[in-house]
């Protein structure tokens, strides 16, 4: 008896060798060309053969296709439990190599309900942030080109595009011509080289002689708000600082830096023996998103000759709508200024951009070129490793390249200008209702606020609450912070997906959380 039939190579290897396995005992078993292609696969040598990896690959752009068109069925918070991804994968990698249908299986079965998704239009928290579809493509060619971004001769595309996209950005942002960007990938890197830069410029030879085993340096100092980024704090233990150095300067009611106070500050250290190196004021605060008032900080700095850093990670994005620009005054006063388009110009994560006044101070703190890296055509050429402290880099900005493109500059104002004004509408709803109150400002797009109704005691507790509930529901992502003191949730509009019925939905499952818990 002879048996016939086609075989799906999505059932994967696993499965068809145990048919074959219980067939053949018993039958000749005559299978079709595909069973043959998968069971001698792993006699290749070479890559995955063309067909298949084109025929992956359609099918790959249109499962993110459908992703991008049913996110919002998916719960925005993953509801699986600690270690459930850990404990359904297998303790040992396969010998032989998986069949690519049965690992795009397993990307539904097992990685698909372990993904929180930050792309969802009501995932509100920490900094809402999204991928655009034109950006993935970027990331797609990125992958495919593989290029290690250090020297002009290894990716002349990657050195020359990134001077281009980031000057393209820099007249987007108002800022002046003498600005050059360099990227890396977060804002936290992107921060700790600026220090290391204005660290360098104070000639205590610190890159030659270190900072150990001396004693003729003085402590040095480095100023910000008390509502700074961690991101601050973590550089100054990496690049050996220390966070006694860092003196947080105290702010107003508005949660911005009081400028008289950090000049009393730097005053005092002075006075002391210790020595100022750097202010990092911000653009858009991470609690609240508040402004320091950086022009008059910059008359600080310009009097001390302090290096002024700007932290705009989250709020830079916006300075591409013309009418948003004033809220900037004093940026292009800067030695330098942090922007990442991954949070609020829907470019894919990992993308943020350091802009420099004097690019070549940043040089002079890292540059390092090995003999085995020396090129002939060193003369007029920019190589991304004399900037920091990767040697390799990513092709990144081609997919912000690619954005720009595709939007225009007129397409992301627009974009952004619509998410502040959703923000400022969510506001007006919490100011309307006896039961909410207001936090902080909305200069952005990011709403500060709480639930406040009368006859509570604990309403740090009722508002903790409420927002655990939503998170739990899988309907929307809200976080928080503590503002002076007291709980407060944060609600951040940033999706390329947004519309205000999104907004509406919270609205309604807080209103309900709050009848709920107080009844």
């Avoid at 942090?338 to 890292?366: M, Q």
């Avoid at 609205?507 to 709050?514: M, Y």
């Amino acid at each position: 008896m002879i048996i016939y039939f086609e075989v799906d190579p999505k059932m994967g290897k696993v499965r068809l060798q145990a048919l074959y396995n219980r067939c053949c005992s018993n039958y000749k078993l005559n299978v079709s060309t595909n069973w043959c292609d998968i069971m001698n696969r792993d006699n290749n040598l070479g890559d995955m053969p063309a067909e298949e990896f084109r025929r992956y690959g359609y099918e790959i752009v249109d499962r993110i296709a459908d992703y991008f068109e049913q996110i919002e069925s998916f719960p925005v918070l993953s509801q699986i439990e600690p270690n459930w991804l850990k404990q359904n994968l297998p303790g040992n990698a396969p010998a032989s190599g998986d069949d690519f249908g049965e690992v795009l299986h397993d990307i539904d079965r097992l990685i698909f309900p372990a993904v929180t998704h930050w792309n969802h239009p009501n995932f509100h928290g920490l900094f809402s942030t999204s991928a655009s579809s034109v950006g993935i493509f970027g990331e797609m060619f990125s992958a495919a080109f593989d290029m290690k971004a250090m020297l002009w001769r290894t990716s002349p595309a990657s050195t020359e595009l990134e001077d281009v996209v980031l000057d393209w950005l820099r007249q987007m942002l108002g800022l002046p011509a003498k600005f050059e960007g360099i990227i890396y990938d977060t804002a936290s890197v992107s921060t700790m080289h600026a220090i290391a830069a204005a660290r360098e410029r104070i000639g205590l030879n610190i890159r030659e002689l270190g900072m150990s085993g001396r004693n003729d340096l003085p402590l040095l100092r480095v100023y910000c708000s008390e509502h700074v980024h961690s991101s601050i704090d973590k550089a100054c233990i990496t690049l050996g600082l220390g966070i006694q150095s860092l003196r947080k300067i105290e702010c107003n009611d508005r949660f911005e830096m009081i400028p008289e106070k950090l000049a009393e500050a730097i005053e005092e250290d002075t006075e002391a023996g210790y020595l100022p190196i750097c202010v990092i004021p911000t653009i858009g605060t991470t609690s609240t998103s508040s402004i320091d008032p950086v022009d008059a900080v910059a008359d600080i700095c310009a009097k001390y000759g302090i290096w002024l850093h700007v932290d705009a990670a989250y709020a830079g994005s916006a300075a591409v709508v013309p009418e948003m620009q004033p809220m900037f005054s004093g940026w292009e006063r800067a030695d330098s200024i942090v922007i990442n388009p991954h949070k609020w110009l829907f470019t894919p994560f990992d993308l943020s951009v350091l802009y420099c006044r004097d690019l070549g101070e940043l040089k002079k703190a890292f540059s390092l070129v090995p003999e085995y890296l020396r090129t002939s055509d060193e003369s007029g050429i920019k190589n991304g490793m004399d900037y920091g402290i990767q040697l390799g880099r990513r092709f990144r900005a081609l997919k912000l390249w690619m954005v720009i493109r595709y939007f225009g500059s007129e397409g992301l104002a627009s974009r952004i200008r619509e998410h502040c004004r959703l923000a400022r509408t969510f506001a007006s709803w919490v100011e309307a209702s006896p039961d909410f109150q207001m936090m902080a400002p909305v200069p952005f797009a990011l709403v500060c606020f709480r639930a406040c109704p009368s006859g509570v005691d604990d309403l740090d507790s009722l508002n903790e609450t409420m927002m655990n509930e939503v998170n739990a529901s899988g309907q929307a992502y809200l976080s928080h912070t503590k503002l002076n003191g007291t709980f407060t949730m944060r609600l951040s509009v940033g999706s390329i997906r947004v519309e205000e019925r999104h907004l509406e939905k919270v609205w309604n499952i807080l209103k309900e959380s709050l009848q709920k818990n107080v009844s």
